[in-house]
T-cell receptor, first 114, second 111 residues
Framework: EPEVTQTPSHQVTQMGQEVILRCVPISNHLYFYWYRQILGQKVEFLVSFYNNEISEKSEIFDDQFSVERPDGSNFTLKIRSTKLEDSAMYFC????????????FGPGTRLTVT | GESVGLHLPTLSVQEGDNSIINCAYSNSASDYFIWYKQESGKGPQFIIDIRSNMDKRQGQRVTVLLNKTVKHLSLQIAATQPGDSAVYFCAENSGDYKLSFGAGTTVTVRA
């Protein structure tokens, strides 16, 4: 069964450093999303991406965040200058079109900012 | 404002019994809802969804009920098994299929 994959599974970085989280969505999906989950809290929407552009973003997704689909398979989330409060699980999700609305989530990347 | 939430943060259920997990939402314009299961250290896993033009949908051992009058959503799990132990989230479609998640209910199955 096709699945969303994410790398790395765990990323440790120092405050102020840049990180890039990578995702490979399900191959025939056209909508892509990033969510984050701070430990013990609910999953929060960050950004949605369709047709090579951001379609919606949350208040969390400020100028320090960016997304990119550099090729036909990868979808990345970049945090330019990490802060301690960016420590969380980051989930990538993808969705097909044609009336199929469910989003499929990857296993997540645990980001730890020290 | 928009919010999706669950009534109880934890639920303990005897193996073999049925489980009912509840969720209240406030956005009457929401047209699509999903239940996700999240096991420790993993991403949310799709369980079942329902559109707002339905009030019930059944899957394998799971049933989702939607009551639009009181803006209430529930997930019923039949014959709960140890593998059902997880955190369960309801999620609401809020624009371009951006999902708003509730706080989650932790289900613990007792042997």
């Amino acid at each position: 069964e096709p699945e969303v994959t994410q790398t790395p599974s765990h990323q440790v970085t120092q405050m102020g450093q840049e990180v890039i989280l990578r995702c490979v969505p399900i191959s025939n999906h056209l909508y892509f999303y990033w969510y984050r989950q701070i430990l013990g809290q609910k999953v929060e929407f960050l950004v949605s991406f369709y047709n090579n552009e951001i379609s919606e973003k949350s208040e969390i997704f400020d100028d320090q965040f960016s997304v990119e689909r550099p090729d036909g398979s990868n979808f990345t989330l970049k945090i330019r200058s990490t802060k301690l409060e960016d420590s969380a699980m980051y989930f990538c999700a993808s969705r097909a079109t044609g009336g199929r609305n469910e989003q499929y989530f990857g296993p997540g990347t645990r980001l730890t900012v020290t | 404002g928009e919010s999706v939430g669950l009534h109880l943060p934890t639920l303990s259920v005897q193996e073999g019994d049925n489980s009912i997990i509840n969720c209240a939402y406030s956005n009457s314009a929401s047209d699509y809802f999903i239940w996700y299961k999240q096991e420790s250290g993993k991403g949310p896993q799709f369980i079942i969804d329902i559109r707002s033009n339905m009030d019930k949908r059944q899957g394998q051992r799971v049933t989702v009920l939607l009551n639009k009058t009181v803006k209430h959503l529930s997930l019923q799990i039949a014959a709960t098994q140890p593998g059902d132990s997880a955190v369960y989230f309801c999620a609401e479609n809020s624009g371009d299929y951006k999902l708003s998640f509730g706080a989650g209910t932790t289900v613990t199955v007792r042997a």
